[in-house]
């Protein structure tokens, strides 16, 4: 039996990974400084051996590899034991990479809409019956873990443009070789690791240059910088658009061949992944039509655009969005699919949305919404030691907007925007503080 140690088990794709591995029959243990939900339960549930806090004596010669989460440090204890045991060090991208050697790899990447396009091609996959491995960065309704490792000849790969590990300062996405692809769009992130647009704009040209040979991707016909990317590559690539639907309160409803297909799906842009999606899907056996009915039922992937009440004359989403793009997307599909007001809110919570340079980037993000608020708990600069920002900045960075720094006012704004039945979007990568909100 191969032994393996996870360092920083506590991530939302490691913690899955280290639950997978032991289902494969390996003899697992990790460690992190600190593991929260939904990680703790899962790995209590799987009883895994894991442990809170650094201690090299954990790390043994038995130990068949190392694998090394990007939460960790350079100068980890655990992480330098292994290095002088001579033990394989791995990164989690590094890890799928060579599992998937011998696979066709299907990889989806870009700034926006990964996570639910990759779920919708293994929802799709799954209801046809295919065996496939996958990795996503999010659970997904109708699969117990967001990685799956066996002998399957497939795999399907959320390709995160973010680094690899600390020592591997690289995209993880570099690592895959795709033989099909997608690149949803290009929209500036990450600006911790990525200080200049050019320097985001790069890592994707050389995600491009990785493709196996023979391999092709599909890229979005609207997004200036993939146009200009796919102009320049020998890759054979294929722009896609969004497909021919119009909208009802369910969803968007799909017309293909003069024939009417029924989607859960809001939102041009979901129903621009959902083009992608198809579209690879077709070099894996399953015609357009058969899609379309397979994606009838899809849900989406867990707080990406999830409904979360759904009365006659009321809706309210909670969505990950976090970037400008995704703000400026999800706001106009709600703004645009239901009447009534909205009220959107955005907690200003990941590195760049909290970075100054990069807050005039949401300039009129959520211009859709007829009330726009941002949230920000001050005590997070702090946490994460970054400049404080003062709200009379971020509101000029914004425009139009509200700027909310206490929770119970916002948990108050909110709960009197539901009574009064206007729709709510609520985008944030956290939890608003915790904030407790009354929505029935």
């Given at each position: 039996m191969k032994r393996v140690h996870l360092i920083a088990v506590g991530g939302a794709i490691m913690h899955?990974?280290?639950?997978?591995?032991?289902?494969?029959?390996?003899?697992?243990?990790?460690?992190?400084?600190?593991?929260?939900d939904p990680a703790k339960t899962n790995l209590e549930k799987a009883a895994l051996e894991t442990y809170i806090g650094w201690d090299a004596t954990r790390i043994t010669a038995d130990i068949d590899f190392v694998i090394l989460g990007m939460h960790a440090r350079k100068d980890n204890i655990e992480l330098l034991e292994a290095v002088r045991l001579g033990l394989k060090v791995m990164s989690f991208p590094e890890f799928?990479?060579?599992?998937?050697?011998?696979?066709?790899?299907?990889?989806?990447?870009?700034?926006?809409?990964?996570?639910?396009?990759?779920?919708?091609?293994?929802?799709?996959?799954?209801?046809?019956?295919?065996?496939?491995?996958?990795?996503?960065?999010?659970s997904i309704d109708g699969f117990d873990l967001s990685v799956k490792i066996s002998d399957a000849p497939l795999i399907i790969i959320?390709?995160?443009?973010?680094?690899?590990?600390?020592?591997?300062?690289?995209?993880k996405f570099l690592w895959y070789n795709p033989h099909y692809s997608i690149i949803t769009g290009i929209a500036y992130d990450h600006i911790?690791?990525?200080?200049?647009?050019?320097?985001?704009?790069?890592?994707?040209r050389q995600y491009i240059a990785t493709h196996s040979a023979g391999a092709k991707y599909y890229w979005y016909k609207g997004d200036v910088e993939l146009a200009k990317l796919s102009s320049?590559?020998?890759?054979?690539?294929?722009?896609y658009d969004t497909p021919v639907f119009t909208n009802s309160r369910d969803g968007a409803v799909i017309d293909l061949d003069g024939n009417s297909y029924e989607t859960l799906l809001v939102g041009k842009h979901n129903l621009?992944?959902?083009?992608?999606?198809?579209?690879?899907?077709s070099h894996l056996g399953i015609s357009p039509k058969g899609f379309l009915e397979a994606i009838a039922d899809f849900t989406g992937a867990g707080r990406r655009m999830e409904k979360i009440v759904d009365l006659p004359n009321q809706v309210v989403f909670r969505d990950f969005a976090h970037s400008p793009s995704k703000l400026e997307a999800t706001t106009k599909a709600v703004a645009e699919t239901y009447e009534g007001n909205v009220l959107a809110v955005f907690e200003l919570h990941t590195f760049s949305s909290l970075t100054k340079d990069f807050l005039p980037l949401y300039r009129d993000a959520m211009s859709s919404a007829d009330r726009r608020i941002v949230f920000y708990n001050d005590a997070v600069f702090a946490h994460k030691k970054m400049e404080y920002l003062d709200a009379e900045y971020v509101k000029e960075?914004?425009?139009?907007?509200?700027?909310?720094?206490?929770?119970?006012?916002?948990?108050s704004i909110v709960n009197t925007s539901f009574v009064a039945g206007d729709n709510i979007l609520l985008m944030s990568s956290g939890t608003f503080n915790k904030a407790e909100f009354t929505l029935s």
């Open positions: 899955n990974l280290a639950i997978a591995l032991k289902q494969k029959g390996y003899k697992v243990t990790g460690s992190d400084d600190a593991i929260y799928i990479a060579a599992e998937s050697k011998d696979k066709t790899r299907v990889v989806v990447a870009g700034s926006h809409g990964k996570t639910s396009t990759t779920a919708m091609i293994m929802h799709v996959l799954r209801k046809n019956g295919l065996e496939f491995d996958y990795l996503v960065g999010s959320e390709g995160d443009e973010y680094l690899t590990s600390p020592l591997d300062l690289r995209s911790n690791v990525f200080p200049t647009f050019d320097l985001y704009i790069d890592t994707f320049e590559t020998d890759v054979l690539n294929e722009a621009q992944n959902m083009q992608a999606a198809l579209l690879i899907c960075c914004f425009g139009d907007v509200e700027i909310i720094n206490d929770m119970q006012v916002l948990e």
